[in-house]
């Protein structure tokens, strides 16, 4: 799922692509991408992007008549600027969106149709999709420290939770917890000061150093290929390999589609977390450290 430095990067390529440009046509293949019915998805047709923002990590389209288009891309969801006209794909596609110098596709990978479109008018009825997460990078540490501590929960809910923090999701929270050196599931409200501190301090920069990277990444380019396994991340989709702060293979929590990565050495004390699906089904053999993981490999 596109996470604020990817969110950040779409926009500034919707600013250099579509702001100031009328929406010529839209053509809609997936009849699930749209979530709302008044207005209309066509009263957009013919109008002017008057700019781009995001609201958590849904992306809005600001057009002309205080019409709103607000995209939540969920897992798979992209878009595409491609030359004008081009057909919509027939798998993976949801639609497209003509302008006189381009047109932007909206595909999807997953065979769950997850991504929508809300089509909204007005400031108000835009306000309403905002689930309220405070932006970290802009937050002072009193704020952040409230929001953090607002509910007891682990650490990886609390920082994904959009009503909590906004923008942060499996990706960036796995990077921000192995810097910071605290493991996924230590409860917000038992941190330090210092810990609650050094967490602050972590996600602001690293979200911040993201953001410098794709934007040098893409150049001028409208963004492409963003993914949430970026090869220079240092945990998120790295099982196994060394983790680049002090070589110990990089561990995992699998539940349903997803997966939290993390250090052993520098995040849990050396303790291996137990995954749900594994630890049910060895019990009591489950392995406790690093060393009983690698010899229950080895068998």
């Known amino acids: ?9 779409y926009l500034e390529g919707l600013e250099r ?33 008057k700019g ?8 809005v389209w600001e057009l002309e008549d205080d019409l709103f288009f607000v995209f939540h891309l969920m ?9 004008p006209g081009a057909a919509v794909p027939k798998k993976r596609a949801h639609g497209a969106f003509d302008f006189p110098r381009g047109t932007l596709l909206l595909t999807e990978q997953s065979t769950k149709k997850r991504a929508s479109l809300h089509v909204v008018r007005g400031e108000g009825a835009l306000a309403a999709l905002d689930p309220g997460g405070i932006d970290v990078r802009t937050a002072s540490l009193t704020t952040f420290a409230a929001a953090l501590r607002s509910e007891n929960r682990t650490l990886k809910r609390a920082l994904t939770d959009p009503r909590v923090f906004s923008g942060i999701g499996n990706a960036h929270s796995d990077e921000i917890l192995l810097f910071a050196r605290l493991s996924p599931l230590q409860r ?6 210092e810990e609650v501190e050094r967490l602050h ?10 953001t410098a990277r794709l934007r040098e990444e893409f150049g ?20 196994g390999e060394p983790c680049p702060v002090c070589g110990s293979p990089i ?25 749900r699906g594994m630890s049910r089904l060895l019990g009591d053999d489950w392995p406790r450290t690093l060393e009983e993981l690698e010899e229950l490999k080895a068998k």
């Open 1 to 9: 799922m596109p996470e604020l430095p990817e969110i950040t990067a």
């Open 17 to 49: 692509t579509i702001v100031g440009e009328p929406l010529e046509k839209i053509r809609v293949r997936s009849p699930s991408l749209l979530r709302t019915y008044d207005p209309p998805l066509s009263a957009g047709e013919g109008l002017r992007v």
């Open 52 to 59: 781009v923002r995001s609201v958590g990590k849904r992306i």
């Open 75 to 83: 897992i798979t969801g992209r878009f595409r600027w491609t030359k």
């Open 188 to 193: 917000t409200r038992n941190l330090t000061e």
């Open 201 to 210: 301090d972590v996600s602001r920069r690293s979200l911040e150093e993201w």
């Open 220 to 239: 001028d380019r409208f963004p492409g290929k963003i993914t949430a396994f970026h090869p220079a991340m240092a945990a998120h989709g790295k099982y």
């Open 251 to 275: 561990q995992r929590i699998r539940y349903a589609d997803r997966e939290t990565n993390y250090c052993v050495t520098c995040q849990t004390d050396g303790k291996v977390l137990a995954d």
